[in-house]
């Protein structure tokens, strides 16, 4: 004996137009909460590194500022001493510009791994994935210099 439905066509439509409305609703709350917990968190750990980036300017400010006065003493010359400290800034300076490229990726990657904790994987593999090739690339530039792979011309 065939079953009699339990809701006829226009009724299960409208029954099911309600569960996707409030499938829909539901999926925007949870995307807004997410939103929210994930800038929350990037905003605290954003406060936090600025704390300690403050501690730790201050704290080597005034170990090189008593590494110019121990210099200075050493050289018998306040401004001299003052003046190679000023040189170890400008040497840092210029490392972390010859750096600036990895220092970035660092710092962006840091960020991405806050913000979705389930990148750190694929991160991890695209950073040494990046290494081994500028590895390869290093070594391919040893072998096979710019002007080998050009004719000479007569």
């Not at 500022?65 to 400290?85: E, K, P, Q, R, Y």
């Not at 750190?120 to 391919?140: F, G, H, N, P, V």
């Amino acid at each position: 004996m065939p079953m009699k439905p339990e809701y006829n066509l226009g009724e299960l439509i409208s029954v099911l137009r309600t569960d996707i409305v409030e499938l829909v609703n539901t999926k925007l709350e949870l995307l807004k909460l997410e939103t929210l917990e994930k800038t929350s968190k990037l905003g605290s750990f954003m406060i936090y590194g600025l704390i300690v980036m403050n501690l730790v300017f201050f704290a080597l400010l005034f170990a090189f500022i008593a590494l110019g006065f121990l210099i200075g003493d050493w050289i018998h010359s306040t401004a001299g001493g003052f003046a190679v400290v000023t040189l170890i800034y400008l040497m840092i300076l210029a490392i972390l510009f010859a750096c600036r490229k990895s220092i970035l990726t660092g710092f962006q990657n840091l960020f991405l791994k806050e913000l979705d904790p389930s990148l750190e994987d694929e991160i991890r593999y695209e950073e040494r994935e990046e290494t081994l090739l500028s590895a390869r690339a290093k070594q391919c530039s040893r072998i096979y210099p710019k002007n080998a792979g050009q004719k000479h011309q007569h």
